[in-house]
């Protein structure tokens, strides 16, 4: 089982930066496709996504998403953390066999409320995903 972080509002400072990486696999595409229902030919068919100038099939953007709530929920804050918004842009596809870093970084406080807003970045060997997540940190 992941080892889940336990930060307090008073641990996360501005600036505090958390990493993780993630090889993109073509069964987690499948699954995603599955749970979601987006079974889009540039995710499902290599040969449709190659006759469109991609290298293979898409991975979906919000399983990127998936990845980065995943962060959030165990790395920065980790397990205190309440998702309440989030805003992502998905800048250039990622592939199977792709190994994307995911950063987040604290970018401001508000300790009085208890909330937290995590600058969110991807990158695969281009920018893969950008944008905020904003979190009320529970006691």
């Avoid at 505090?16 to 696999?25: F, I, L, M």
């Avoid at 079974?39 to 399983?63: I, Q, W």
């Amino acid at each position: 089982m992941t080892e889940v972080a336990d930060l307090t509002i008073d641990e996360l400072l501005l600036g505090r930066t958390e990493r993780a990486t993630w090889k993109v696999r073509e069964q987690e595409i499948d699954a995603f496709a599955a749970l979601s229902g987006d079974v889009n030919p540039l995710h499902m068919d290599a040969g449709h996504a190659r006759a469109n100038g991609f290298s293979g099939r898409v991975a979906h953007g919000y399983l990127l998403g998936s990845k980065v709530s995943g962060f959030i929920g165990t790395r920065l804050p980790g397990r205190r953390c309440l998702l309440l918004e989030t805003s992502m842009a998905f800048p250039n596809p990622i592939h199977a066999g792709d190994e994307v870093t995911i950063e987040g970084e604290v970018a401001e406080v508000w300790p009085d409320q208890n909330l937290v807003r995590i600058k969110i970045r991807a990158r695969a060997e281009k920018p893969v995903g950008r944008g905020w997540v904003l979190c009320r940190v529970l006691s």
